[in-house]
Nanobody, 125 residues
């Protein structure tokens, strides 16, 4: 059973926006460090944005290319994680996945152990 169910991906033109959503199943999302990752065929999974658990300082991390364009947030009531993506570029095209771990230092996939199947984002036009 997937620990996360992602949604919100799709096809968008350069400069457009998407809001990705990730619902946690079977655990309380706020108790974990969580993040958004992306993967392109033939390349390693990379961290896009991470946010600490409620037990930590809740700090956020953004990949350099995401700073100023993407925003990560949590809905504790709905047990969901979101990624608002603005000013999308063709190089943002990837499968976007949610991950959860005990904590994070570098927003690296190796720090996370709960995953979803991902949602495809295509930026083209």
């Amino acid at each position: 059973q997937d620990q996360f169910v992602e949604s919100g991906g799709g096809l968008v033109q350069p400069g457009g926006s998407l809001r990705l959503s990730c619902e946690a199943n079977g655990f309380i999302l706020d108790h974990y460090a969580v993040g958004w990752f992306r993967q392109v065929p033939g390349r390693e999974r990379e961290g896009v944005s991470c946010i600490g658990s409620s037990d930590s300082d809740g700090s956020t991390f953004y990949k350099d290319s995401a700073k100023g364009r993407f925003s990560i947030s949590k809905d504790k009531v709905r047990n969901r994680l979101y990624l608002q993506m603005n000013s999308l570029k063709p190089e943002d095209t990837a499968v976007y996945l949610c991950g959860a771990g005990a904590f994070y230092r570098e927003c690296s996939p190796v720090e996370f152990f709960y995953w979803g199947q991902g949602t495809q984002v295509n930026v083209s036009g």
